[in-house]
């Protein structure tokens, strides 16, 4: 079992910037990729960012492009997901999760462990 933990949340103005941070419990970070979703009040849960296992290999939604930067630091087991240039329509509870499989991927389905997610929000 894999316990993922999100936080750097918050309340935040538009166009500015957040880094969430997600920390994974388990021998077995290092393996996988790692993603970030993200969930809108009454909208489905959509893929943000993956990162592969080495972090040589980032994966963006077009919304995010150019906005967000996915990292992460295999010697302490944690994700990060840098957000700029924050819009209002990026309001929404981000979640981190872990993909077991081969590679990486962006549908919701494919991805093993979740965490309980941390509120962004952003005003305009």
């Known amino acids: 079992q894999v316990h993922l933990v999100e936080s750097g949340g918050g309340l935040v103005q538009a166009g500015g910037s957040l880094r969430l941070s997600c920390a994974a419990s388990?021998?077995?970070?290092?393996?996988?990729?790692m993603g970030w979703f993200r969930q809108a009040p009454g909208k489905e849960r959509d893929f943000v960012a993956a990162?592969?296992?080495?972090?040589?290999?980032?994966y963006y939604a077009d919304s995010v492009k150019g906005r967000c930067t996915i990292s992460r630091d295999n010697a302490k087991n944690t994700v990060y997901l840098q957000m700029d240039s924050l819009k209002p329509e990026d309001t929404a509870v981000y979640f981190c999760?872990?993909?077991?499989?081969?590679?990486?991927?962006?549908?919701?389905?494919?991805?093993?462990?979740w965490g309980q997610g941390t509120q962004v929000t952003v005003s305009s």
């Open positions: 999760t872990q993909y077991l499989g081969t590679g990486w991927a962006y549908r919701l389905y494919e991805y093993d462990y």
């Open positions: 388990g021998r077995t970070f290092h393996v996988y990729a």
């Open positions: 990162i592969s296992w080495s972090g040589g290999s980032t």
